[in-house]
């Protein structure tokens, strides 16, 4: 088997999975139409174009989970409440296999862990979420932020915060497929 073969093998898996990343950052930041006299597509990038509406969906999402957060009597709160009281109740299923306790003390225990964790969650989405952002006066701060935020900033924190490990795992997993490729290749 020839050297040169497993090592073209080896640096093409390496080259594409590290492409990936690259390419899906060219596609949300990208600033210029043409590279080498050559029009891009999907250019400029997607949080370069709809900036505007990005940053007003943000603003709506926030704003109305704080006018849902001060409906007292939201059903989908509700639902959320009770669903995650199902969920810690069957969680604590393990309590019944407890031998040296009764059974009806194995489920007043998994209801009373059920009904602490029902009223964390309903004080915390009801009370005080909406408090602290009274508080903290959230709705003109979000107002304060938006007008500081430009595409640069979200590229900046982006590059450092994601693409970066991005990229550090594709080189990985391209490494590792690109080991995969040649051993199979070698033993078949």
């Known amino acids: 088997m020839s050297y ?66 001060l409906d007292k009597n939201s059903l989908t709160l509700t639902k959320v409440e009770e669903k995650l009281n199902k969920i810690i109740f069957q969680k604590t299923e393990f309590l019944q296999n407890i031998h040296f ?43 304060e932020i938006r007008a500081k935020i430009e595409p640069e900033l979200i590229e900046d924190l982006s590059q450092k915060y994601f693409f970066k490990y991005l990229l550090y795992f594709f080189v990985a997993l391209g490494f590792l497929m690109g080991i995969t490729n040649i051993l199979i290749i070698c033993l078949f």
């Open 4 to 69: 040169y073969l497993l090592l073209t093998i080896f640096l093409c898996n390496l080259l594409l999975l590290t492409a990936l990343p690259i390419f899906v950052k060219i596609l949300l930041f990208c600033h210029s139409r043409s590279f080498l006299g050559m029009k891009l597509f999907f250019t400029p990038g997607i949080v370069i174009r709809k900036e505007k509406q990005l940053l007003q969906k943000v603003d709506q999402a926030i704003i109305e989970y704080h006018k849902f957060c």
């Open 101 to 143: 306790l009764p059974p009806f003390v194995c489920l007043i225990l998994r209801k009373t862990l059920s009904g602490i964790v029902y009223q964390i969650t309903l004080q915390a989405g009801k009370e005080i979420l909406p408090s602290l952002s009274n508080k903290y006066e959230l709705e003109a701060r979000l107002q």
